[in-house]
Every structure is written in structure tokens, then in C-alpha cells.
């Protein structure tokens, strides 16, 4: 009998914890590494050859929205093509429980704007078998996983649970309704969530109910977030996701402060992002996790290293929601929306609100494909009219015709039944900022991948491909060994997984083998359409170049970029298997 399951031959070994890389083997038995280097005594049933590729820890993936992509995509893909091998789930607030059975249908059409995700997808893809926290959890348990996961409670679905959806949407919750939400809180914990989390963007926000109204989370106010902060706090467990944008930086940032001191826990703040030519705007980020850490306040940064594009239709566009007016020309049916559209009253509003837009909303379309007037016409739907379009960005087409960039765009929309679609092009990215972000503070950790959310306009879910591609390989701004512990072992320390983000002797074997050299994304930038999606529903991918093995807890689940059809995942309740 062998005495190994996995022996990985003759690899370069970048163990997580910054210690300088080092050839080796890694030898796994039941699901565990059970020796790192040396000669091992006996043989395994598998041997993977690893001779000039990198053997490392499997990557972390803090911010996804996989809740109802796992249930018929145990991989989580596309992030468990791209090494991910443990993910976090019910990021922003959002999920689907606590859940009474006749909100079900609502709960998924909440996710259908905010995070994009389609309707007819949930519908035919999830198994509705449960109600509360600890059902949902062994629901979720036993659902057949390509990776390990951790769940937050969604804040948004308890509050809708214990008060109700309108009234969670349009007053705080009264001192009852506090208690029976820090009850379930501590239900859910005691069932094994890994704390809470909160979109809190306002009532402009620019993540939506699908109706166009704030999500229940976005108008929260400060007392029903930090009721449920002192539950962490008396546990003295558990950690906490915010992204605030109210409107005032010195409001939120303040209550990210208030947070941190009322619950006595790790929070994950985002998102820091550098822009172009500006290296303000991260420094700023920066400076207020390392003022906040000297103060004995536990914040980490997420930073968004995510080089993707967008490219999308306004038939089911929502990342411009936090401008009203466009807002209202972006809601309703596809009738509806076509109606609004040419209404020339509302474009003149919502041409007239883009031009003199406030530098929150600029930096928001900057960071999804940039002013309208950049964006390039690449699909109008084969109408040989509008054929001419195709590949000018809308700013040309309006020189040409006379028109406004957005007046052009949303003739074009129109005339192609809203099937037109308008891709934001690379304009380029520093990636001395981008290294700063990471090598300029002990609390950063790259990302945020989305995945599983806005799937038909990006795919963010490559970015731990891309980062060491780009900022490892391509510009050499970061070290290997300060790569790995950045995508594993830092992440897994702040969100409280045990055991994972390092290759040790004792730890779960979820494990990396990589070529560096081949490593690639294809294709580039936007992805291509896959018709993969239950309810006959589509999205956007990239798959992964040069990872040899993917391994979770010491079973392949790729070999050679091909899916094994193993299943080794599992719900980490407390942080662990």
C-alpha cells in the first residue's frame, strides 16, 4: 500500500509565511501536509512532477458572491480556476438566509441588480432546503464543494427576517427587534458563521435593490450595525466586512473607527484602489489603516488589484445607479427602460447630471469603464445599420454626429433593442502604485475578485492570476515569497480560517503548482461569453494559463487546467474543517 496520497516532486516550495522559497517535495496524506522536503519514507499513489514550477499554498478569496453560484458550481468558478481553493461567502450584507419561505423568490431578485446575478440562474439553480442560519449552514454543508468556504451572516437578510422588508428599508430597528437580531447573530455563530457583514452606500447607492431603492444595509443606521458588533465583541470572535460610502469620508471613516472600538475585532475594509497619476487617493487609504493599527484597532485593507474590463448592454446595466437620473433610465422592464430612453426630457437629465457629477461618482465610473465618451461600440446585435459603430468609441460618434457621447450611446441602445454593447478600453495601470498598496503596509491583501456577481460585465475572479503575472513576474514590484503571503496566508489570518494559507506540516493540504512563467489569463481584459449558467443564462470568463495541479484538502481538483469532478471542498464552521 502506499504510504502517500500526493508526493509533488522537485518543486520550488514559496511557503506562505515569507520564508525565501526553497526546493523541495511536498508529500500529502489524508488530507493533510504530511511532510515538506527531504526524502519521505515510502512512495504515493500519485506523483506530480514539479520541476521548475512554484509549489504553494492554495489562494484565499475574501470578497466573493459564490452563495448561489456553489450551489450548482461546487469550483466557483472562475476563481477555482485561478488556484482558489477557500472562499468567503455572504460578503456586503448580502445573502439568502435567514430566509422565510415566502420571501424566497424577493431574496433572489435582491441579487439580481446589486450583484447581478440572474434571476432565472437562482431560480433553476438553488434548492431551497432551509429557513434559518444553522439550516442554511447544513444546507450548505452538505452541497458538494470544489473549495472550502466560510460564511458571514448576511446583515441584510436579518434584518429583513426579524422586521420585515419595508420597514428594515425605512426605520431603525426598535429595541426588540435589536435583541432577537443579536439572538440569531448568536445562533449563527454558535452554528459556525465567521461574523457579519455590511453594504452601507446611502440611500444614491451605487449597488440597488432591483427596483432602483437602496439595499436594506445601504440607510442602516450606526446602532443596529453595532448591536450586532457587540455580539463579536462578548464572543471575543468573528470579524466584520464594511464597504461605507455615504457621501462624507469623515462620516464613514469615523464609524469604520466606532466599529472597530465597539467590537473589539478584525474588520475588512475596502476598498483601497490607486488611480493612474494620483497617488493621493491610496496614500490617503493607507495612512488611515496605519494610524487606525497604532491604535490598537484591528482594520485591513482590501485592495483592489483587479485589472479586468467591463463591457456591457444597459439592458441589464446598474454600476451607474448611485446618479439618480441614471438610476431611472437603467430600472424597470425592457419595455419601460426603451420608453425612458427616448424620452427627451429624462436624457437631457441624465446628460445633464453625468456632466456635472461629483468626484464620487466620477471615480466610480472611472472604475467601470471610464467616461461614456471612452467607451468603444462592440456588438449592436448584427442590425446592418448600426453596423458602423462598431469599434468607435461613443466620443467619436458623437463628434461625427453631433451629438452628446450619451445621447449617441443611448441611440444606439436603443435602436438595437438595448443589445448594443459598450466596452471600457485598458487605458493603462501603475503598477508602482499598485505595488505600494501591498509593500507599503503589513495590513493589505489584494483583490476584491466579486466573483460570482456582475459575471456578464467582468470578470474580477482572475485577479490572483494577474497579480503574479503583473506584479510579480512582468514588473518584478513584488517578491514571490511577499506575493504568496499576501493571497494566502494574510487573508487567512484575518478572516479567521485555521490551518489554511500556509504550507506546513499538520495544515490542510490546499496547494498551488504553478509554471510562473506560463502563467496567463485568456482572454485578456473582457473574457469571452460562456453559456454555462442554469435557466439558460450567460456569462463572462477567463480562464487560467500555466497552473499545472490545484489541490483542496489533499485531492486534485485540476490537473492540467481539467477538472478532476472531485469534490473536496468544505464548510470551514469556526474557521475549520
Not at 468556504?149 to 441584510?156: H, R, V
Amino acid at each position: 500500500m502506499a504510504d502517500f496520497d500526493i508526493q509533488i516532486k522537485g518543486g520550488t516550495i514559496v511557503d506562505g509565511t515569507r520564508v525565501p522559497r526553497y526546493r523541495g517535495d511536498v508529500w500529502i496524506k489524508d488530507g493533510k501536509v504530511a511532510q515538506l522536503g527531504g526524502r519521505a519514507p515510502g512512495f504515493a499513489k500519485k506523483v506530480i512532477d514539479a520541476d521548475g514550477l512554484i509549489v504553494a499554498p492554495g489562494f484565499v478569496d475574501l470578497h466573493t458572491h459564490y452563495d448561489a453560484q456553489i450551489r450548482w458550481d461546487p469550483y466557483c468558478t472562475i476563481s477555482g480556476w485561478h488556484g482558489v481553493t477557500s472562499v468567503v461567502l455572504g460578503n456586503c450584507g448580502f445573502g439568502f438566509a435567514p430566509c422565510k419561505p415566502d420571501f424566497r423568490d424577493r431574496s433572489m431578485l435582491t441579487m439580481t441588480r446589486t450583484e447581478a446575478i440572474p434571476y432565472a440562474s437562482m431560480k433553476a439553480g438553488i434548492n431551497w432546503d432551509w429557513e434559518t442560519i444553522p439550516q442554511y449552514l447544513d444546507s450548505l454543508d452538505r452541497a458538494p464543494k470544489g473549495v472550502n468556504c466560510i460564511q458571514y451572516m448576511p446583515t441584510a437578510s436579518l434584518m429583513t427576517y426579524v422586521m420585515g422588508l419595508e420597514a428594515a428599508k425605512t426605520r431603525p430597528a426598535t429595541e426588540s427587534e435589536r435583541a432577537e437580531m443579536a439572538r440569531l447573530l448568536d445562533e449563527g455563530m454558535d452554528a459556525g458563521l465567521c461574523g457579519f457583514s455590511i453594504q452601507r452606500l446611502g440611500p444614491n447607492s451605487a449597488q440597488a435593490d432591483f427596483d432602483g431603492s437602496p439595499m436594506v444595509t445601504d440607510t442602516m443606521c450606526d446602532e443596529d450595525i453595532l448591536n450586532l458588533a457587540r455580539v463579536l465583541r462578548r464572543r471575543d470572535e468573528g470579524f466584520m466586512e464594511i464597504t461605507q460610502g455615504t457621501g462624507d469620508p469623515r462620516i464613514d471613516l469615523t464609524f469604520v473607527e466606532t466599529l472597530a472600538d465597539e467590537s473589539q475585532r478584525p474588520i475588512l475594509w475596502q476598498v483601497i484602489v490607486p488611480t493612474r497619476n494620483n497617488p493621493e487617493i491610496h496614500r490617503r487609504s493607507l495612512r488611515f489603516v496605519e494610524r487606525n493599527r497604532a491604535k490598537g484597532r484591528q482594520i485591513f485593507g482590501q485592495a483592489g488589484t483587479v485589472r479586468s474590463g467591463f463591457a456591457f448592454s444597459l439592458e441589464n446595466w446598474n454600476l451607474y445607479d448611485t446618479l439618480p437620473e441614471w438610476r431611472v433610465l437603467t430600472t424597470g422592464t425592457t419595455e419601460e427602460k426603451l420608453a425612458k430612453m427616448k424620452d427627451p426630457a429624462l436624457r437631457a437629465a441624465v446628460i445633464h447630471a453625468n456632466d456635472n457629477c461629483d468626484m464620487n461618482f466620477k471615480a466610480i465610473q472611472a472604475g467601470v469603464g471610464g467616461n461614456p465618451k471612452h467607451l468603444i461600440v462592440t456588438w449592436v446585435e448584427n442590425i446592418e445599420p448600426l453596423e458602423k459603430y462598431v469599434g468607435k468609441s461613443l466620443g467619436q460618434i458623437g463628434m461625427e454626429e453631433g451629438k452628446h457621447p450619451i445621447e449617441a450611446m443611448l441611440d444606439i441602445a436603443v435602436a438595437s433593442g438595448l443589445k448594443a454593447e459598450f466596452l471600457g478600453p485598458n487605458r493603462g495601470f501603475n503598477s508602482d502604485y499598485m505595488a505600494e498598496i501591498i509593500n507599503n503596509s503589513q495590513f493589505t491583501f489584494p483583490g476584491v475578485s466579486d466573483g460570482g456577481a456582475h459575471t456578464k460585465f467582468f470578470t474580477g475572479g482572475a485577479f490572483t492570476t494577474d497579480f503574479l503575472r503583473w506584479l510579480v513576474r512582468d514588473e518584478q514590484k513584488i517578491t514571490l515569497e511577499e506575493a504568496h503571503y499576501r493571497l494566502s496566508a494574510l487573508p487567512a489570518h484575518a478572516a479567521g480560517f485555521r490551518d489554511r494559507g500556509v504550507l506546513r506540516e499538520g495544515a490542510a493540504a490546499d496547494v498551488v503548482v504553478y509554471d510562473l512563467n506560463r502563467l496567463g489569463i485568456e482572454p485578456d481584459w473582457v473574457g469571452e461569453i460562456v453559456h454555462d449558467l442554469p435557466g439558460d443564462e450567460w456569462r463572462r470568463v477567463q480562464r487560467p494559463q500555466g497552473y499545472r495541479s490545484i489541490i483542496v484538502n489533499g485531492v486534485e481538483t485540476f490537473d492540467e487546467g481539467k477538472c478532476t469532478g472531485e469534490t473536496p471542498g468544505k464548510l470551514l464552521r469556526h474557521g475549520h474543517a
